[in-house]
């Protein structure tokens, strides 16, 4: 089976960061693209930020020169610096890997971490 674990969500106030991990592991082959997604009471889950196995990243406009997407493959790992953070960031944060296993090729899920910004 494939895991995908996050960790390193919490409260913060505005203005404060935090840095989010999540570890794949399992009977895997390769990791494609990671990626962090949100998604807040009441609403859809969003895109926040991707990285591509070559380390092209992308991010959604309203976290783009406040977070950092980056992956360490030795690691199986994916994080996210959150600085400069605001209440409006405050959500449930997932973890996504587009990864090859044993059964092939397929999407995985975290099952996610809190972030609440608030003083």
């Known amino acids: 089976q494939v895991q995908l674990v996050e960790s390193g969500g919490g409260l913060v106030q505005p203005g404060g960061s935090l840095r989010l991990s999540c570890v794949v592991s399992?009977?895997?082959?390769?990791?494609?693209?990671m990626g962090w997604y949100r998604q807040a009471p009441g609403k859809q889950r969003d895109l926040v930020a991707v990285?591509?196995?070559?380390?092209?990243?992308n991010y959604v406009d309203s976290v783009k020169g406040r977070f950092t997407i980056s992956r360490d493959d030795a690691k199986n790992t994916v994080y996210l610096q959150m600085n400069s953070l605001k209440p409006e960031d405050t959500a449930v944060y997932y973890c996504?890997?587009?990864?090859?296993?044993?059964?092939?090729?397929?999407?995985?899920w975290g099952q996610g971490t809190q972030v609440t910004v608030s003083s």
């Open positions: 399992g009977n895997i082959f390769s990791i494609s693209t």
């Open positions: 996504n890997a587009d990864l090859q296993w044993y059964k092939g090729r397929k999407d995985f």
């Open positions: 990285i591509t196995s070559g380390g092209s990243t």
